[in-house]
């Protein structure tokens, strides 16, 4: 199947810092990508939806200039936390769709602690 | 926007046959069956993805009666590995309303 993965696995931070998560398609190009952000005992919620060379559409409720996200190539799409907090400790979860295909191929995801 | 609902947790015994249902009364015509396991601290993983009737792998078996309302993804003999959190997920072939997760059903496996 599809691999996809994430860097770094996981990250710790200082309040007030950036962090970049990236997420790449190993052995297929993806058209499209997801992020998901998943806390503890609860479900994968929708943050974005990545298309290469164009604006990620966000979900209602997130901050665009705070999760920034850019799909430069067909392989690579990257997160960034901005001013992170506290409350943004969560694990960061990317997928990739192959083009025309229902399919998602799930990274390992990220774990981010905010200090 | 086909909701899906699942019972939110299950307990078996180690061997024994599991039966998840995952209700989707407003799944639209176009739309397919996926069901994703996933692991604490991983991403989700692809098990199974069906239309309708019967669907069979290696892991699992999807049945999906007549009006597809609803779906049972069964898992034959489980063991301690298959505890996880499963969910299943509906959506066209090409739209995205299939990105939506519900609350899953958490198996617990036991000895």
């Known amino acids: 199947g599809a691999v996809v993965s994430q860097h770094p696995s996981r990250v710790i931070c200082k309040s007030g810092t950036s962090v970049k998560i990236e997420c790449r398609s190993l052995?297929?190009?993806?058209?499209?990508m997801f992020w998901y952000r998943q806390f503890p005992k609860q479900s994968l919620m929708l943050m974005a939806t990545s298309n290469e060379g164009s604006k990620a559409t966000y979900e209602q409720g997130v901050e665009k200039d705070k999760f920034l996200i850019n799909h430069a190539s067909l392989t690579l799409s990257t997160l960034t936390v901005t001013s992170a907090h506290p409350e943004d400790s969560s694990f960061y979860i990317c997928s990739a769709r192959l083009g025309g295909y229902n399919e998602q191929f799930f990274g390992p995801g990220t774990r981010l602690t905010v200090l | 926007l086909a909701k899906t609902t699942q019972p939110i947790s299950m307990d078996s015994y180690e061997g024994q046959e599991v039966n998840i249902t995952c209700s989707h009364n407003?799944?639209?015509?176009?739309?397919?069956i996926t069901w994703y396991q996933q692991f604490p601290s991983q991403g989700p993983r692809f098990i199974i993805q069906g239309y309708k009737t019967k669907v069979t792998n290696e892991v699992a078996s999807l049945f999906i009666p007549a009006d597809r309302k609803s779906s049972t993804l069964s898992l034959p003999r489980v063991s301690l590995s298959d505890t996880a959190v499963y969910y299943c997920l509906v959506g066209d072939l090409t739209g995205a309303n299939n990105l939506f997760f519900g609350t899953g059903t958490r198996l617990t496996v036991i000895p």
């Open positions: 052995d297929f190009q993806a058209t499209t």
């Open positions: 407003n799944i639209a015509t176009n739309d397919y």
